[in-house]
């Protein structure tokens, strides 16, 4: 699979000389916010790493090839195209490769092509999960068997309440992924810091979290870890009102009979219109403090 990876010259460098790098996802770029918004962020996303003393790995699909670490202008051109980039997660790398195309890579698409890469931290806002309903739609995020098959670690701000949360820490337990919160025992909730449901295990520093990951990957378990960094105070949002516009986004994503793909992307669309931009404030924020917790601990890792 090696011949379908390219890494950029900053990512090839900074891991043939054993420097912490951390990957970042891209359908959050096309599909996960606003143009230019989207692009803005992506690149205060990547400073942000550099200036914790790691190296940016922004992932895609472009031309059919697996990108790891990806210039100003590709940023640029995926931004702009947005919801008109193909969204790939596993399914989709088959026929997207095979046929030289662009993909966005999500949770699931960008923990493959990191394990490839040979990059064990990465950052995001949110995962994909168990869907509200699931027991009849059968909605299930591809993000949930990836982490429950490929060591990678994720940092992200827990699950939107989108989803169903109870349902997805049932589904991350059967698959054997250890659900970590930082500075907290209970999951975040993407916008809020709380949720009402516990995580597996409280964790308060990088050095920790750097050395249950190597214990999980030394034992040979395989499979990831999901780590869930609450958004900062300052930025983290009133529940009842952006709980009131996640019902309200799942009520119109039922009667538009919205399925597939094309749910968690409406969704994020929706609930974005609905609170007038607010709740993209404090999306970026979260981005940035995961960004900076995954670098924190990419260099614990690279410590040994
Ligand atoms: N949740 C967010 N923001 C996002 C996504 C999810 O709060 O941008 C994106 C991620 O790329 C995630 C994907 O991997 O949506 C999940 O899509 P699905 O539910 O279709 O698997
Ligand atoms: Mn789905």
Do not use: W
Request: glycine share 10%.
């Amino acid at each position: 699979m090696k011949e379908y990876l390219e890494l950029s010259p900053a990512v090839k460098a900074a891991m043939m000389a054993g420097e912490p790098v951390v990957a970042l996802e891209s359908t959050i770029i096309s599909h996960g916010m606003p143009y230019p918004q989207n692009v803005e962020t992506a690149l205060r996303v990547e400073e942000a790493i550099r200036e914790s003393g790691a190296v940016p790995a922004t992932i895609a699909i472009i031309g059919g090839r697996l990108k790891a670490g990806l210039t100003a202008d590709e940023i640029e051109y995926l931004g702009k195209k947005g919801p008109a980039v193909t969204k790939a997660s596993r399914r989709d790398l088959p026929v997207l490769v095979a046929r030289g195309a662009d993909g966005a890579t999500t949770v699931a698409t960008t923990m493959i092509i990191a394990h490839l890469a040979g990059i064990r931290v990465f950052a995001t806002g949110g995962i994909g999960g168990v869907h509200r309903g699931a027991e009849t739609t059968m909605d299930i995020s591809a993000d949930l068997e990836e982490l429950g098959r490929t060591p990678v670690m994720v940092v992200c701000a827990g699950a939107k309440a989108i989803l169903d949360l109870g349902l997805t820490l049932e589904y991350l337990e059967t698959k054997g992924v250890p659900v970590i919160g930082f500075g907290t025992e209970e999951l975040p909730a993407f916008y809020t810091r709380t949720s009402g449901f516990k995580v597996d295990y409280r964790i308060d520093t990088p050095e920790e979290l750097a050395a249950a990951f190597r214990a999980q990957q030394e034992m040979g378990l395989g499979g990831g870890m999901l780590v869930t960094n609450p958004i900062p105070e300052e930025y983290s949002m009133d529940p009842a009102r952006i709980n009131a516009a996640i019902d309200q986004a799942v009520a119109d994503s039922r009667r538009l009979g919205i399925h597939g793909k094309e749910v968690t992307p409406y969704l994020l669309a929706r609930v974005k219109e609905l609170t007038g931009g607010d709740s993209l404030d404090a999306n970026i924020q979260l981005v940035l403090n995961n960004a900076r917790l995954a670098a924190r601990t990419a260099k614990e890792l690279f410590l040994r």
